[in-house]
């Protein structure tokens, strides 16, 4: 799954580093326990974040965090387990995102 970071003012490629390295904090606390591999790359061309999450371990976080569900009639078949993961920045749009697209704020 490739994501892209938008919205935000990045004014020299620092800036950017900077913005890769909180973000990449903020996923590593959050996704401590669901996280097979985790790379964020400074030195690529276009800095990314690269992570591959265990979606069975995911799933069972957030399912011991509310009520019991039928996950477990459904389970993850073992060629779909694992989530790789690219989160890039893109600078090019100062426009507003669009109404479809999913935003969460990690940043306070």
Do not use: C
Not at 7 to 33: A, C, H, P, W
Request: aromatic fraction near 8%; charge should be negative.
């Amino acid at each position: 799954m490739d994501l892209a970071v938008v919205g935000l003012e990045i004014t020299d490629r620092y800036t950017m580093i900077e913005d890769l390295k909180k973000l990449s904090s903020v996923l590593q606390v959050e996704f401590k326990n669901s996280i097979n591999t985790f790379k964020a790359i400074e030195t690529a061309s276009i800095p990314v974040i690269k992570m591959k999450l265990d979606l069975v371990s995911l799933r069972q976080q957030e399912m011991s965090e509310s009520e019991e569900g039928d996950f477990e009639k459904r389970p993850i078949p073992d060629n779909q387990r694992y989530l790789s993961v690219d989160i890039t920045f893109d600078d090019s749009s100062s426009e507003p995102l669009p109404s479809s697209m999913y935003s969460m704020n990690f940043y306070d």
